[in-house]
């Protein structure tokens, strides 16, 4: 259950300058503040307009994480913010979605569910087009499916953020737009369904890139 979501006023920066607020935000989501003022920060360093998001992340999220953390040989980042509107209570519907040792992908809401976006993020040792959401010779559509488009780079707090739209007609982010980025030779993802929510891709994703101060490779098992 989400508990309170985020006010998109809520920033701790004292100067409305983008300089000003992105050192603030760069220090809440780093653990100087609370995650709510990394959120509400974020919120307004991106200007989310698209979708609510909430520093109170669902006990799904946090329990897809360490699901996935166990299957890979990477650090998994679990999101400190989230769409606001939870996870539905249906284990076929959230979790790892394709995990291998230098890479792991976790799907919540998946599909179509009436109150509940679909939404992803993940993490691959190397560029993000190794990917497997981006091998289009996995995808079942019939024919030659349109191509993932580029929608542009941004540099936001440090980080070079480039954006995609997935086409409407297949493959797992169909009808999705994706926010990535690259932190020392591992490339982290978020995804929401529809092409309207960009902006909350961005903001969930550079949540993730500031809060990971640790190690971003497990050592190697035995």
Known sequence: ?????????????ESGSPRALTRATVAACRGDRTPQHC???LIKLIAVKSI???????????????????????????????PAGGVINDPNLWGPQIVTANSYSVSL???????????????IEGPINKLWVFDRSQWAATGTPPPVRKLGTT????????????PEN?????GHDLATA??????????????THNDA???????ILLANKGSHRLPQRS
């Open 39 to 41: 959120a509400a920060d």
């Open 201 to 207: 891709n961005i903001a969930i994703l550079l949540s």
């Open 1 to 13: 259950m989400i508990a309170a979501v985020v006010s998109v006023m809520a920033g701790c920066a």
């Open 155 to 166: 540099d936001i707090a440090g980080y070079r953020i480039t954006s995609f739209a997935f």
């Open 170 to 174: 297949d493959g797992q982010l169909a």
């Open 109 to 123: 809401n998946n599909g179509m569910n009436p109150g509940f976006i679909h939404w992803e993020f993940g993490a």
């Open 52 to 82: 609510r998001l909430t520093a109170h992340t669902s006990v799904h999220v946090e329990q897809s994480c360490r699901d996935a953390a166990r299957q890979t040989q990477l650090t998994v980042i679990c999101p400190p913010i989230a």
């Open 182 to 195: 690259s932190q020392n030779g591992i490339s982290y993802f978020v995804s929401l369904h529809y092409h």
